[in-house]
């Protein structure tokens, strides 16, 4: 097997082959990549002892980088900008020695000297690099080490050796090297690798390689997105995290919506948090949060001035442009006294969360005037929905607890009138969502569950409960308080609901099978139409004040995120940015096809493959099947906490299935998930992965790998007990006891209220005992790993570690990834790196039978 992956690697198109090698041996790098060489110069007082009683000399130039070199990918005649007046050029060279010869002998020099490593697996190395002249030596961007020293020509050129930890990927090794004038020896470099006897190495000039781990975590981001009054300009925030701690470089753009042309550029560290843009002119305000409190900036493009709206706000939250502009209506927090006695009395289930008491007041800010008045108070937050067209009234809801519906709150929407400050209430429903006020301020657009107003928004068959995770939207007539459910025979469920330019259109961001599609409803002919967007997933969208102009932000299945404008009235669209475009240039990635098959039961379940870039239909590759499983699909977005693409580019196959209960399949297919919990996806899973590697012969059957997490980290555990057609399952953050995960997740009981409806462990014990995977724990048959946040408010930790101490003591191949002081999403840049490379050496191990990765981090 270590030979038919040594072959794969091989036969990439792309790379330029220079050497090969796979025995214990030594070799020498034969072709460089070379910048430069370029003078530098001495600072000034160089000579004059400093406070350490040192003076600078040509070594201490090592320690200071002339250039950034983070995100480097040199490549043969690529440009490098070194002053106004002098481009440096990438040139390559195949020789053993390199040697440079300086512009002037008397003057110090530098040269950068580069090449690329790729790794088919895992492996260790040594890399020595000689030279007379002092050098750095970076992997992957990073400096790793140095040659401080200089040797005269008698004597042996020196060397620094490091030891090379490579996984599966192409790794750029550069060294940076400094020419002292004062040393008679030639200015050369010359470097050597020497590996173990598994080690699979292709050294190349050529930048283009397959996703690897770095390049996803370090990818741009591009968030707040948003438009004008008038449609002309659209704002967002561009984030490049960058290694060590990821925090990296972020700014604001803002860009022409016709052209994607860049209007003004905010850098240099303004927080320019919660933008929006004023109802007129080109105007907008921003956030600054120092300390906890936070000051409100309106900023104008036209006049280049920017005036504080509110000071040093404490516990300030969000805030609503009236459609006027002539107020501003914003939210602060209260919290009762700490209580430092470390003992209390709950009172209310949800008092277990720590930020429960924590309360959400309305305030007005009058513009330009500057006054501020409080408009709610109460035990109760008020969370504002809208502001109705006219600026009289606030939509408004509170939530209270109410043990005896489901999902045991409900929500209370209200209207306040600003000018009289009387309330009225409009409804009290289980389920609730957001609301709109429509732009003629006759109707109401709410969206939420579909008994959010009881039967009319359910569309299940008699006997069947609705899955209210199946996002409605609905029509609320406020002279008539009659409710319009306009989503009741259309299948995706509703994401985002936006008002057009007038009260006869509406936008919806849709969860529509694996994708996020954008439609277009209107009301007088009660008819949903679909948008075409440039994207496989919309993730943001905004619309101008005259329904005229859309900017929308999204991704596909290998194609990281994208800004576009729409021009509604033309059907005209324009991409407004593409910040990965240069920095995923050199990657590439593999094809991707749409999979279904038809389960025994005789419903159709959707899925998708992702390829590896370099697959051949003449060999075998490992399988991941990767599922949730609970009441959304997987969509095709790019990248994410679990990045198929990544998988992909690793050598195996990924495989994604939408088992039943997901939601955009209609509210019949979503009903499903209700009081299964995972009997019925657990078959289809396994159906399916049998069909799947029936219908693809170059799918080995013997190298199965399962992974989900949450309700999918669960349906790892269940298939484990139920299945022994997996060679390794990963779980992470799965329940293992549904009864405790029911009793002590912060949402357990609620989620539970809806995946259970009116079912309890007291009247199922079939679903709360007979389907939890720690009852049957002793059926595993198949290493599985265990991965959780220690601090998962979700899921609790202890739904893994039960099921981990089972396995443990029945003996059974297993491991336990704890992350410490993460929650049930691993964010922290660093920890999010470690937890993925424990997948994928967990992966490696039982997939590709090369242990070697799992066993450098964790041993055997």
């Known amino acids: 097997m270590k030979n038919k992956f040594c072959s794969l690697f091989l036969t990439l198109i792309f790379f330029l082959t220079a050497s090969v090698f796979a025995q214990e041996h030594e070799i020498q790098i034969d072709s460089w990549l070379l910048l430069g060489p370029v003078e530098i110069e001495l600072p000034v007082y160089h000579d004059v002892r400093n406070i350490k009683n040192e003076t600078f000399t040509i070594n201490d130039l090592l320690h200071h980088d002339p250039l950034d070199i983070t995100h480097w990918m040199p490549e043969n005649g690529k440009t490098v900008q070194w002053s ?206 120092v300390d906890g409190k936070t000051t409100l900036w309106l900023a104008d493009l036209e006049t280049g001035s920017q005036d504080r709206l509110l000071k040093d706000v404490s516990d300030f939250g969000t805030y609503r442009w009236a459609p006027d502009g002539s107020f501003i209506i914003y939210t602060v927090s209260e919290r009762p006294d700490s209580d430092d006695s470390g003992v209390r009395l709950l009172n209310d289930l949800e008092e277990r969360r720590p930020w429960h008491f924590t309360r959400s007041f309305l305030f007005k800010l009058n513009v330009p005037e500057g006054t501020t008045r409080r408009l709610t108070a109460g035990l109760l937050t008020t969370s504002l929905h809208d502001i109705s067209p006219d600026g009289n009234k606030l939509l408004y809801s509170r939530s209270h607890i109410d043990y005896s519906i489901r999902p045991y709150t409900v929500t209370e929407y209200q209207l306040l009138d600003i000018q009289t400050m009387t309330t009225d209430s409009l409804f009290t429903v289980p389920f609730g969502g957001s609301g709109r006020f429509s732009p003629d301020g006759r109707t109401i657009l709410f969206t939420g569950g579909p008994s959010m107003f009881g039967a009319i928004g359910t569309n299940v068959p008699d006997g069947m409960v609705a899955n209210d995770y199946d996002t409605q939207a609905y029509l609320y007539d406020i002279a008539s308080n009659v409710v319009t459910p306009i989503s009741l025979d259309f299948d995706p469920a509703i994401d985002q609901a936006l008002w057009g330019g007038d009260s006869n259109t509406i936008y919806l961001i849709t969860t529509d099978r694996s994708y996020s599609n954008l439609y277009r409803y209107d009301v007088r002919q009660q008819r949903f139409s679909k948008v075409n967007t440039e994207t496989e997933v919309v993730q943001q969208l905004a619309i101008s004040r005259n329904g005229n102009t859309v900017v929308y932000s999204g991704t596909g299945i290998s194609r990281p995120v994208q800004a576009y404008t729409l021009d509604l009235r033309r059907d005209r669209t324009v991409q407004l940015r593409n910040p990965g475009s240069d920095y995923f240039r050199h990657v590439v990635f593999g094809d991707d096809k749409s999979w279904a098959f038809t389960t025994s039961a005789g419903r159709n379940i959707d899925g998708f493959v992702y390829y590896p870039p370099d697959f051949d239909p003449e060999n075998t590759y490992p399988v991941i099947a990767y599922y949730y499983g609970g009441t959304v699909p997987v969509n095709r977005a790019f990248g994410g906490r679990y990045p198929k693409e990544l998988y992909a580019a690793k050598g195996y196959m990924v495989y994604v299935m939408q088992p039943s209960g997901a939601t955009g399949y209609g509210q019949e297919f979503s009903a499903l998930h209700v009081n299964d919990w ?122 893994s570690l039960q099921m981990y101490t089972a396995l443990k003591l029945l003996g059974k191949e297993t491991a336990f990834i704890a992350v410490d002081n993460q929650d049930h999403h691993i964010l922290d840049y660093n920890k999010y790196k470690l937890w993925k490379e424990s997948i994928l050496s967990w992966f490696d191990k039982y997939l590709k039978d090369q242990p070697e990765w799992w066993e450098y981090k964790y041993g055997d």
């Open 84 to 289: 106004a007046s002098r481009q440096l050029t990438w040139a390559s060279r195949d020789n053993d020695i390199l040697e440079f010869i300086p512009a002037d002998i008397d003057n110090p020099a530098i040269v950068w000297s580069a090449f690329y490593m790729d790794s088919g697996r895992f492996s260790e190395a040594t890399l020595t690099i000689q030279s007379h002249h002092p050098f750095a030596v970076y992997v992957n961007g990073t400096q790793r080490g140095l040659k401080a020293g200089s040797e005269n020509a008698d004597n042996e050129a020196g060397n620094h050796t490091e030891k090379l930890v490579l996984t599966q990927g192409k790794h750029l090794i550069l060294v940076r090297s400094v020419y002292n004038p004062e040393n008679d020896a030639a200015w050369t470099i010359s470097g050597t690798i020497s590996s173990n006897a598994d080690a699979e190495f292709t050294q190349s000039l050529n930048p283009l390689r397959f996703l690897d781990l770095e390049t996803l975590s370090n990818q741009p981001q591009l968030g707040s997105l948003g438009i004008s009054s008038d449609g002309s300009l659209a704002s967002m925030r561009i984030n490049f995290p960058s290694p060590p701690d990821g925090e990296g470089d972020s700014w604001l753009e803002i860009r022409e919506t016709a052209t994607g042309n860049l209007h003004r550029e905010y850098k240099g560290g303004k927080d320019f948090g919660s933008l929006q843009w004023v109802p007129e002119g080109r105007k907008f305000t921003y956030t600054e949060s």
């Open 678 to 799: 995972g009997i019925i996806v657990a078959d289809e899973i396994i159906e399916g992965v049998n069909q799947f590697l029936d219908a693809h012969p170059y799918a080995d059957r013997e190298r199965v790998g399962a992974i989900g997490a949450s309700y999918g980290g669960f349906m790892t555990m269940l298939l484990m007990t139920r299945t022994d057609i997996f060679a390794a399952g990963v779980s992470h953050a799965g329940i293992s006891n549904i009864a405790s995960y029911w009793g002590e997740g912060f949402w357990g009981f609620q989620y539970s209220a809806i995946a259970t409806a009116y079912s309890f462990p007291w009247n199922r014990e079939d679903i709360y005992v007979g389907q939890s995977p720690l009852y049957s724990a002793d059926q595993v048959r198949t290493p599985l790993l265990f991965l959780t946040g220690m601090d998962d408010t979700n899921v609790p930790a202890g739904e």
